[in-house]
């Protein structure tokens, strides 16, 4: 069964709209770790936040926030007046007892 | 700091031919892992190490071999290579073993085709 569920494969946009990627985890354990990372063109993978099973308090960080339900285990991330730059495959990741990634969405802005 | 080095970048492989994927992290991290990249996949774990002498499988192994004679360097064998371990690999490292909360880093990869 698939642990990380992300249900968007493609994105595309035009400059400076707002991007909501969508994260839905499965998991049993009650002490488990959330990630989004990125994946540019380029092909390298960039950490961009963690977020622990006790701390649901959403957060932002410049044009990217993220929220976290985990009522609806949720862990959604927005791009918030995307630029072209922005243009990468994200990833959603659980660690339970094993880093489980989900498929990931690929996100193409355009000027 | 080099962080997570892999070599090589780029290989092509017969089919029945072995090699071996080279990872070396100089952060002195405990945990070490080695994934796959398939197109609509995400990252899938081959098999990751939590310390010096110590292995474990992780979702994908079969067809793949790994040992951890250092801290620094987690090498992953291809024994008989397949056309279906065409693949792009990963290898990672971080401060804590899994379950814990502490960000993998990456190496920037290797594209491997076998034919």
């Known amino acids: 069964a698939q642990k990380v569920t992300q249900a968007q494969t493609e994105i595309s946009v035009v400059e400076k709209e707002d991007v909501t990627l969508d994260c839905v985890y499965e998991t049993r354990d009650t002490t488990y770790y959330l990630f989004w990372y990125k994946q540019p063109p380029s092909g390298e993978l960039v950490f961009l936040i963690r977020r622990n099973s006790f701390d649901e308090q959403n957060e932002i960080s410049g044009r990217y926030s993220w929220n976290f339900q985990k009522s609806t285990s949720s862990f959604n991330f927005t791009i918030t007046a995307s630029q072209v730059v922005d243009s990468a495959v994200y990833f959603c990741?659980?660690?339970?007892?094993?880093?489980?990634f989900g498929a990931g969405t690929t996100v193409t802005v355009r000027a | 700091n080099a962080g997570v080095t892999q070599t090589p970048k780029f290989q092509v492989l017969k089919t029945g031919q072995s090699m071996t994927l080279q990872c070396a992290q100089d952060m002195n991290h405990e945990y070490m892992s080695w994934y796959r990249q398939d197109p609509g996949m995400g990252l899938r774990l081959i098999h990751y190490?939590?310390?010096?002498?110590?292995?474990d499988q992780g979702e994908v192994p079969n067809g793949y071999n790994v040992s951890r004679s250092t801290t620094e360097d987690f090498p992953l064998r291809l024994l008989s290579a397949a056309p279906s371990q065409t693949s792009v690999y990963f290898c990672a490292s971080s401060s804590k073993g899994q379950g814990a909360g502490y960000e993998q880093y990456f190496g920037p990869g290797t594209r491997l085709t076998v034919t």
């Open positions: 990741a659980l660690n339970d007892y094993k880093l489980s």
């Open positions: 190490s939590v310390g010096a002498g110590i292995t």
